[in-house]
C-alpha cells in the first residue's frame, strides 16, 4: 500500500506543478512561438536553439488540452510496465515514441519540401487518417483486435515494447494538433528553406522538431516513471481504456470533417454522417458479438437491428444532402455586384479584385482571412469576430477580404513567397495595403492586439 501511496503522491504533485504553471504559461505562449518563428527562420542549429526549442516544447506540454492525455498515459504504461522489465524501460521508449513522431514530421516535412504539406490537406488523404484513427479508438477501446496490439493492451500483463512505442507515437500525433502554433512555427521555418535543401540542411530540420518534441514528452516522461503504480488493474481499467478510445475518436472526428469539408460538405451534414456511422456501426458490432453470446433474446436483436436501421438513415441523409461551401461564392443575382459575406455586424468581400477596388476608393488597408471549415482556430476567430467588441471595432475601419481554402485565390497566395505559412496549414491572416504592400501577417489567431495595432496605422 505505501508504494502506491508514495506513486500517488509523486503523480498528484507533478500534475500539480503542472497545474500552478498553466497561467504563466498561457500568457508566454505567444511570446514564445514569436521567438521560436524567427529562430525558424534562419538555419542556424546553436546549442543554444535546441535548447529553447526543448523549452517551447515544454512549455507546449502545459496547455489544457494536452492534459487528458496525462492521466491516460499513466494508466498506459501502468497496463504495460509490469514483469521483469526494468521500471524504467517503457516510460522511457514511449517517451522516445512521442519524440519520434516529430523528428518524422520535421523529416518529411524538409525532404519534401512543401508537396507533404500539400499532401496532408488533400480530402482523400484527411479521409484515410479519419478512418485510421477510427480504427485506433475502436481497437484502444476494446471494440476492434489489432494484432500489432495483441498481448499488449491496456491492464495485460505481458509487457510489448514495440506497442509502448506506438502509444507513444500516437500520443505525440495527438497531442500535435493542441500545440500547433509551436509546430506551425517550426515547420514555416522549414517551408522557408525549400530552395535547395541539402542533406544537412533537412537533417538539421528534423532534429528541430525533435528537440520540440523531446521537451513536449518530458510531462509524460515523468508521469510514466513516478506515476505508473496504481491500484491493481481491474474493471475500472475498461474504463480507462474507453477514455482513451473516446479521445481517439474525437481526432477521428476532426480528420473527417477535413475530408469532407473539402469535398464540399457543410458541417451540419458532416456531424450527421458521423453520428449515423458510430451508431452504424455500434448496433452492427452488438448484432455480431450477439450472435455468438447465449440469451441474446429477439427483443434485444431487434432493438439493435432499429438502430442499425437509424444510423444508415443519418448516414444516407449526410451523404445525400446536397451541400456546398462554395455556394456563397455564387450566391450574387448580379455577375457585376461584388460577392460579399455577411458576419454578424462584419460584410467581407469575397474577391480579392473587390477588395483591392474597395481598399483603393477608401484609402483603407486590407485584412485577410485565409478560412477553412476544417480549421478549429479559423472558427475561433470566426467567433471572435462576432463577440470582441474591440476587435468588431477595429475591423470596421478595415477593408475585410475572406479566401476559402478552396477558391482559387488561395493557390495564389500560397505559392507567394512572402506566405510560405499557407504552405503549413490554417488559420492565417495578413493586414496588406491597396497596393500588395505587407504591412503584418501572423498564423496565430489569439494576437488580436496586434492586428488592432497594425489595422489603426
Known amino acids: 500500500m505505501k508504494p502506491i501511496i508514495v506513486s500517488t503522491v509523486v503523480a498528484t504533485a507533478t500534475l500539480l506543478i503542472l497545474t500552478t504553471g498553466i497561467a504563466h504559461a498561457e500568457n508566454s505562449l505567444t511570446g514564445m512561438n514569436a521567438w521560436v518563428e524567427g529562430q525558424l527562420a534562419s538555419n542556424q542549429s546553436s546549442l543554444s536553439a535546441y535548447i529553447f526549442l526543448m523549452l517551447g516544447g515544454l512549455l507546449a506540454s502545459l496547455l489544457p488540452c494536452v492534459y487528458p492525455l496525462y ?99 500516437g500520443a505525440g500525433l495527438l497531442s500535435s494538433s493542441c500545440v500547433g502554433p509551436f509546430v506551425v512555427g517550426i515547420l514555416v521555418g522549414i517551408a522557408s528553406q525549400t530552395d535547395g535543401l541539402s542533406f544537412f540542411a533537412t537533417l538539421t530540420a528534423a532534429l528541430k522538431m525533435l528537440a520540440f518534441g523531446l521537451g513536449l514528452g518530458v510531462p509524460f516522461l515523468l508521469i510514466g516513471l513516478f506515476g505508473v503504480r496504481l491500484p491493481k488493474s481491474g474493471s475500472w481499467m475498461k474504463y480507462v481504456q474507453w477514455a482513451l478510445g473516446a479521445l481517439i475518436l474525437y481526432f477521428a472526428y476532426t480528420y473527417l470533417e477535413k475530408a469532407l469539408s473539402g469535398y464540399g460538405f457543410k458541417p451540419e451534414h458532416i456531424q450527421l454522417v458521423f453520428f449515423g456511422a458510430l451508431l452504424l456501426l455500434f448496433s452492427l458490432y452488438h448484432l455480431w458479438e ?46 457585376s455586384a461584388p460577392v460579399t459575406e455577411t458576419k454578424g455586424e462584419l460584410t467581407w468581400y469575397l474577391n480579392r479584385e473587390d477588395a483591392v477596388t474597395a481598399a483603393r476608393e477608401q484609402g483603407k488597408p486590407i485584412f485577410v482571412d485565409f478560412f477553412a471549415y476544417w480549421c478549429a482556430n479559423c472558427k475561433e476567430f470566426e467567433h471572435l469576430t462576432e463577440t470582441d467588441r474591440e476587435l468588431i471595432d477595429g475591423l470596421k475601419k478595415v477593408v475585410l477580404l475572406k479566401i476559402y481554402d478552396n477558391d482559387p485565390e488561395f493557390k495564389q497566395y500560397q505559392n507567394d513567397k512572402r506566405y510560405p505559412e499557407l504552405k503549413v496549414g490554417l488559420p492565417f491572416f495578413i ?13 496565430d489567431y489569439t494576437r488580436t492586439d496586434e492586428m488592432l495595432l497594425f489595422m489603426a496605422e
Do not use: C, W
Open 71 to 169: 492521466p491516460i498515459t499513466a494508466s498506459i504504461i501502468a497496463g504495460r510496465s509490469q514483469g521483469d522489465a526494468p521500471r524504467a524501460l517503457h516510460p522511457s521508449v514511449y517517451y522516445v515514441g512521442l519524440a519520434s513522431i516529430y523528428f518524422l514530421f520535421g523529416l518529411i516535412a524538409a525532404a519534401t519540401g512543401g508537396a507533404f504539406n500539400d499532401v496532408l490537406r488533400l480530402p482523400i488523404t484527411n479521409l484515410m487518417l479519419a478512418l485510421l484513427f477510427l480504427m485506433l479508438a475502436l481497437a484502444t477501446a476494446g471494440f476492434l483486435h489489432v494484432s500489432l496490439f495483441s498481448g499488449n493492451g491496456i491492464g495485460d500483463k505481458t509487457p510489448g515494447l514495440a506497442g509502448t512505442f506506438m502509444m507513444g507515437m
Open 290 to 335: 450477439g450472435e455468438h453470446m447465449h440469451g441474446f433474446r429477439r427483443m434485444e436483436k431487434s432493438l439493435f437491428a432499429l438502430f442499425a436501421l437509424v444510423g444508415g438513415l443519418v448516414l444516407a441523409q449526410g451523404v445525400l444532402t446536397p451541400s456546398a461551401t462554395a455556394t456563397i461564392h455564387t450566391s450574387t443575382n448580379l455577375a
Open 431 to 443: 493586414i496588406a495595403d491597396a497596393d500588395d504592400h505587407l504591412i503584418y501577417k501572423t498564423s
